[in-house]
């Protein structure tokens, strides 16, 4: 069976809020200008926001750009940030901080993203856009000059030993005159693009984060509506970049998470058990005692800032979003710059492709020179060392962060820089132990439970989307090197050194049926060596009012 194609004028891969607003300002112009382009879309979740996990506090400034009237139109900003708290932690204590102006959320909404991306899709269908979900793009397609042609979905119907099952159905072809790729942090194809067109010939390499994040009921007397609490310190070390988020939504429900920089280097250290250990602060169990959790999920971040956003073009496709990252992270958002850069990215190629005749491996270089004239390439510059200058532990990143915010106002005549995260870590041998505390199931809970609250669900005959590229290397590396840290990073319980009856001959199994499509893996492990590819379209965690 071969593959059907399908034309179109433009494809985007992810229904993020960079493809979806990207999408709708294609469709705007369209009408704008009484023309019109074909847009498709491809969401490898089974729904819109199936996959979306943030904060999520939005700051609307993009929004209002791209849908004026979205209180008309229903959007789902409903709970408005009222009080801003930041907090720094000891183990049995916490200090107020003055709350730094690039935290004020005056103005901002505390939302469900994986709602907001839900409510987009709804407006870039009703405008004609073709949203595919549960079509997971698995390869990038090129022309013979080797420009970018469009991308393929996965097939379907594979089983584990590589063979076609009764149920397997080719996948599909989508040939477009501009393909932007919106996967969102750490996208398999546009890892693939940025080695195959060396787009990081000129940045930092890009850095990251990761945040695990629950959502909980709680009583409504201690139920705040639109309080922000952050804090910083206990129980990371001050050598860990590292903190918490509350925010308090509507209906009696608290978004709850806790973000561990990358870039850590005790391979004892376990992000999971930090924020577990987190929520059993004196100051912050009493928020969830009585109450009840109903969701759980988890996902990387970008935090290279400014000085890692890669090349933005190559012939025939454009990053956007955070495929190609612009987290703001002293402000703790990106969803407003990536809604931004995809609206930048559509304008560029309305003006490209409204003529009809774009040539071949059409290169739009057009978008990163209007998105340098946008406030997005300000902010990210206005903010781009603080950040890096963590290395310098806790209390020296934090008084960096004041003398560039209040003194120099971002204006510093230097640009600090990072450095790959999975290079860090020091040899287990060299650092202390963690001892976490066994969950109590009433405020801290396992992995394994966890995991059951994300949905989480994947195709079980199926080739595996987690790979080695070389089998040796878990146990003779980072077993022997680390203690086998893949236990630990992973917050879903995917990686899991097994031995003999007699404790001896370990080997590594991959749990992954439990991947929650964090990408951790793919980013810290310290050769390399893990290999994260999409799965079946559909597979993977289906995250609600995440």
Known sequence: MEREAMECDVVIVGAGPAGLSAAIKLKQLCTENGTDLSVVVLEKGAEVGAHILSGAVIEPRALNELIP???????????????????????????RLPTPPQMNNHG????????????????????GV?????????????????????????DMGIGKDGEKTANYQPGMELHAKLTLFGEGCRGSLSQELMARFDLRAESDPQTYAIGIKELWEVDPEK???GRIVHTVGWPVTGDVYGGSFLYHLEENQVAVGFVVGLDYTNPHLSPFEEFQ????????????????????????????????????????????????GFLNVPKIKGSHNAMKSGMTAAEAAFDALRGGDAPMGLELTTYPEKLKQTWVWEELHQVRNIR??????????????????????????????HHPDHESLKPAAHCPTIDYPKPDGEVSFDRLSSVFLSNTNHEENQPAHLTLRDASVPVEHNLRLYDAPEQRYCPAGVYEIVRDDHGGNPRLQINAQNCVHCKTCDIKDPTQNIHWVVPEGGGGPVYPNM
Do not use: M
């Not at 560039?404 to 204006?411: A, K």
């Open 277 to 324: 250990r987190f929520k059993q602060h004196p100051d912050i169990r009493p928020t969830f005692e009585g109450g009840r959790r109903i969701a759980y999920g988890a996902r990387a971040l970008n935090e290279g800032g400014f000085q890692a956003i890669p090349k933005l073009t190559f012939p025939g496709g454009v990053l956007i979003g955070c495929s190609a």
């Open 108 to 127: 901002n909404y505390i939302v469900s993203l994986g709602n907001v991306c839900r409510w987009l899709g709804q407006q870039a269908e009703e405008l």
């Open 69 to 95: 009237d979205w209180k008309d139109k229903g959007a789902p900003l409903v709970t408005e940030a009222r009080e801003d708290r930041f907090l720094y932690l000891t183990k049995r204590s916490s200090f």
């Open 388 to 417: 890096p200058a963590f290395r310098l532990g806790l209390l020296g990143g934090i008084g960096y962060s004041a003398l560039d915010t209040y003194v120099l106002r971002g204006r510093a005549p230097w640009t600090l820089h």
């Open 223 to 225: 139920h705040h509506p």
């Open 130 to 154: 073709e949203i595919y979900p549960g079509f997971a793009a698995s390869e990038v397609l090129f022309h013979e000059d080797g420009s970018v042609k469009g991308v393929a979905t996965g």
